[in-house]
Antibody, heavy 116, light 109 residues
Framework: QVQLQESGPGLVKSSETLSLTCTVS????????WTWIRQPPGKGLEWIGY???????NYNSSLKSRVTISLDRSKNQFSLKLTSVTAADTAVYYC??????????WGPGTKVTVSS | QSALTQPRSVSGSPGQPVTISCTGT?????????VSWYRQHPGKAPKLMIY???KRPSGVPDRLSGSKSGNTASLTISGLQAEDEADYYC??????????FGGGTKLTV
């Protein structure tokens, strides 16, 4: 059974870079769209972007200039980097396995707070 | 990409049905049959409940059903149970390999 687990710092200083990793267990990173989604406190979900197992990526246009998603097949991990963070980037960050139609497996989420 | 529009909250009594709407545009909900619905209990990750507008993953009770008409998708839960109390989010493929979520609906049983 495939499981996802996010990891990374829970506190990031304003203007610095947020870096998170998602470890995939119980299966390999193939075929799917490995996705990052976030949820600011008390708000809804926001699709950040994905990396396909082929290495192709696509990002939310509102974040595109600051986001990079990468893949490490040897470690069965994919990562998120978000530069120049502000308080608006404070959120719970989820990694998820995406198909073309939905996001069927999610990690438990990791809370990231941007401090000034 | 603008968020899909959902009612902030809905409520229903145990055993009664409730419907949550999700309104998009002709570029997302109206253009593709790739609407999915997620249930989120407090402090937990979202869980896929409906995909491809009306299909249920294994293990999801048939009390939950999905539909779509034009630019609006709907999730109906019949026979409400206490466990159904949660936040619900719709999501649609929006073309060019992008996805958009709704703002979420709090269901009170």
């Amino acid at each position: 059974q495939v499981q996802l687990q996010e990891s990374g710092p829970g506190l990031v200083k304003s203007s610095e870079t947020l870096s998170l990793t998602c470890t995939v267990s119980g299966g390999s990173i193939t075929t799917y769209y490995w996705t990052w989604i976030r949820q600011p406190p008390g708000k809804g979900l926001e699709w950040i972007g994905y990396i396909h197992h082929t290495g192709s990526t696509n990002y939310n246009s509102s974040l595109k200039s600051r986001v990079t998603i990468s893949l490490d097949r040897s470690k069965n991990q994919f990562s998120l980097k978000l530069t120049s963070v502000t308080a608006a980037d404070t959120a719970v960050y989820y990694c998820a396995r995406g198909t073309t139609n939905d996001f069927d497996i999610w990690g438990p989420g990791t809370k990231v707070t941007v401090s000034s | 990409q603008s968020a899909l529009t959902q009612p902030r909250s809905v409520s229903g009594s145990p055993g009664q049905p409730v419907t949550i709407s999700c309104t998009g545009t002709g570029s997302d909900v109206g253009a593709y049959n790739y609407v999915s619905w997620y249930r989120q209990h407090p402090g937990k990750a979202p869980k896929l409940m409906i995909y491809d507008v009306s299909k249920r993953p294994s293990g999801v009770p048939d009390r939950l059903s999905g539909s779509k008409s034009g630019n609006t998708a709907s999730l109906t839960i019949s026979g409400l149970q206490a466990e159904d109390e949660a936040d619900y989010y719709c999501c649609s493929y929006a073309g060019s390999y992008t996805w958009v979520f709704g703002g979420g609906t709090k269901l009170t049983v």
